[in-house]
């Protein structure tokens, strides 16, 4: 059975970091491309980050140069480096791995406020 678990979420003040952990069990992770999308409330669900099982990593443009994807394969890890967080950054964090099956973890909650 495939699991997810996610952890670092939290609440932040504007201009603040957090980095977010995603651990994979179940399945042989370097074979799978990993992502993290985010949900705020009243809005869809868009995809963050992505990094595929060769390296190659893709951002949304609004937070290009302030988050950071990265994956530890050795510990079938994959994190989310976030920086210079932003009040619009506020939202339900989702780790995602991929490949011909895509398997979703439980969410967790970033806030970022004054």
């Known amino acids: 059975q495939v699991q997810l678990v996610e952890s670092g979420g939290g609440f932040v003040q504007p201009g603040g970091s957090l980095k977010l952990s995603c651990a994979a069990s179940?399945?042989?992770?370097?074979?799978?491309?990993v992502a993290w999308y985010r949900q705020a409330p009243g809005k869809q669900r868009e995809l963050v980050a992505a990094?595929?099982?060769?390296?190659?990593?893709n951002y949304v443009d609004s937070v290009k140069g302030r988050f950071t994807i990265s994956r530890d394969n050795a510990k079938n890890s994959v994190y989310l480096q976030m920086n210079s967080l932003k009040p619009e950054d506020t939202a339900v964090y989702y780790c995602?791995?991929?490949?011909?099956?895509?398997?979703w973890g439980q969410g967790t909650q970033v806030t970022v406020s004054s």
């Open positions: 990094l595929t099982s060769g390296g190659i990593t």
């Open positions: 179940g399945i042989i992770f370097s074979r799978y491309n």
């Open positions: 995602n791995i991929y490949s011909l099956r895509s398997y």
